[in-house]
């Protein structure tokens, strides 16, 4: 089938191709983000491929349907960006990649953890300046502290596998627990009054959307670590950031932004930062941020381009679609 991808980067190109090499799918690789006004340049395709920046709303769903689009490929896990009631409307199915590499994302969360306890991004920038003293990079040991896992999926419990592993209590919340060694489950609210650091792996819905907001950081332990690999709006930054100012917090280590859309992925080294919160958040030594690339492993790429291509052979051959995301 003819397949165009929005927000593709060279990556994308390079697993995309790799996976096609047995298929007959004749693949576009576009930069642009999709959105209303890019939605036209899916004329002559039939399957259109996005990923977690591209919002898809029903105005950008009604565009990619006129302009011939049949099947809508997320290359993501998660869904919270497209209007899948609009979709239904318009006859136009949702698949996506419900998991590609879930110890891609956990073992990014603890990247970010040792990084910012152990202050390894200023001992970095020291060294290679000739500085190497160690004054201020006094930091923490995880092993015997406590970890508040918010969401026990795919991802949350290989977390709490690694997190055991360094000899952390482990406490979990999650709307639908599941047994496991690795874990203990609390409430939210003995998980925000013990746990020393918390790692949020919840997908963002309506009950999700601000989970972390002022209320919820008084409940936490004193000088606790916030960290986010989930997505952006499970925290709301002011309520967060007042709260690194005031040292409620004791850091935050994100991969995540509520506003990332147009800045994460761009390289805007060149520009001026238009987005005050985001250019706050950065000035903390305390906090340290990626921009959503968790899941940036070559398993993971491999596994996405792996699993949307095999998903647009079975739309092909009219065959159930097992990824296919439903209202
Ligand atoms: P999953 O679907 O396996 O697990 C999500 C867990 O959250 C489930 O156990 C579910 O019961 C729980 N949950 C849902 N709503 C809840 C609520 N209101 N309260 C408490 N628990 C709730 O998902 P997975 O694969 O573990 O991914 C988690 C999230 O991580 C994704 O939804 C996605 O947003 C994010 N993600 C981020 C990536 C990155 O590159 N930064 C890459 C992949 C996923």
Do not use: W
């Amino acid at each position: 089938m003819k397949i165009v991808l929005f927000d593709a980067h060279r990556y994308d190109r390079d697993s995309f191709t790799a996976a096609n090499r047995d298929r007959a799918h004749v693949l576009a690789f576009l930069e642009a983000r999709l959105t209303a006004a890019t939605a036209p340049l899916c004329a002559g395709h039939e399957v259109v491929c996005a990923f977690v920046n591209d919002h898809l709303d029903a105005e950008v769903l009604t565009g990619v349907q006129r302009a011939g689009i049949r099947l809508v490929a997320l290359r993501s896990a998660g869904f919270n960006h497209v209007d899948l009631a609009a979709a239904a409307r318009l006859g136009l199915p949702v698949v996506r990649v419900p998991e590609y590499s879930p110890f891609a994302v956990a073992e990014h969360a603890v990247a970010l953890v040792l990084t910012l306890v152990r202050k390894i991004h200023r001992a970095h920038a020291r060294v290679r300046e000739g500085n190497f003293s160690l004054d201020g990079l006094v930091g923490f040991d995880l092993h015997g502290k406590t970890v508040g896992l918010i969401g026990t999926g795919k991802i949350g419990r290989v977390a709490a596998t690694i997190f055991a592993g360094f000899g952390c209590t482990v406490l979990a919340y999650d709307k639908f627990p599941t047994p496991n060694p690795a874990l203990s489950y609390v409430s939210l609210e003995e998980l925000y009054a013990r746990a020393d650091l918390i790692s949020l792996h919840v997908p963002l819905t309506p009950a999700t959307h601000h989970l972390i907001d002022a209320a919820a950081i008084e409940r936490m332990k004193p000088g606790v670590i916030l960290i986010n690999t989930g997505r952006g709006a499970l925290i709301d930054t002011r309520a967060m950031i007042g709260a690194l100012k005031r040292g409620r917090l004791g850091g935050a280590a994100l991969d995540v932004y509520e506003e990332e859309e147009g800045i994460f992925f761009e390289d805007l080294s060149g520009q001026v930062l238009q987005d005050d919160v985001l250019a706050r958040l950065l000035t903390f030594p305390n906090v340290i941020i990626t921009s959503h690339q968790a899941f940036l492993t070559r398993e993971a790429l491999a596994a996405i381009a792996e699993t949307t291509l095999a998903s647009v052979t079975a739309f092909e051959r009219g065959a159930p679609l097992a990824h296919q995301v439903h209202v």
